[in-house]
């Protein structure tokens, strides 16, 4: 069972820039950003293959946002440019070893990180 621990949310002006960071442990073959206002349903993100490939990006992030990871610390990464209001969020990692994986269907996975408060306002 893999372990998920997001850290660098925080609050920023619209505009600027932050990177998120889900340092995981254990196997997984799928890794995705999500977030959730809350009260509001969870909101998938952003989602690629440990492996390479499988990127995907929702509508509302796409061309502003960026995943990726670092094999060698074993770390996942969102970097979210441009960042608007709407963007205020809960964000967090999730992961599964399998590849049905689909960021409109949080079901689809098993592990989940803790989560990490992003604030865009003025």
């Known amino acids: 069972q893999v372990q998920l621990v997001e850290s660098g949310g925080g609050s920023v002006q619209p505009g600027e820039s932050l990177r998120l960071s889900c340092t995981a442990s254990?196997?997984?073959?799928?890794m995705a950003w999500f977030r959730q206002v809350p009260g509001m349903e969870r909101e998938g993100v952003a989602r690629?293959?440990?492996?390479?490939?499988?990127?995907l990006y929702a509508d509302s992030v796409k061309g502003r946002f960026t995943i990726s990871q670092d094999h060698v610390k074993n770390t996942l990464y969102l970097q979210m440019n441009s960042l608007k209001p709407e963007d205020t969020a809960i964000y967090y990692c999730?992961?599964?070893?399998?590849?049905?994986?689909?960021?409109?269907?949080?079901?689809?996975?098993?592990?989940w990180g803790q989560g990490t408060q992003v604030t865009v306002s003025s």
């Open positions: 999730a992961a599964d070893f399998r590849d049905s994986c689909r960021i409109r269907f949080p079901s689809d996975f098993r592990s």
């Open positions: 254990g196997y997984s073959y799928c």
């Open positions: 690629m293959f440990t492996g390479g490939g499988g990127e």
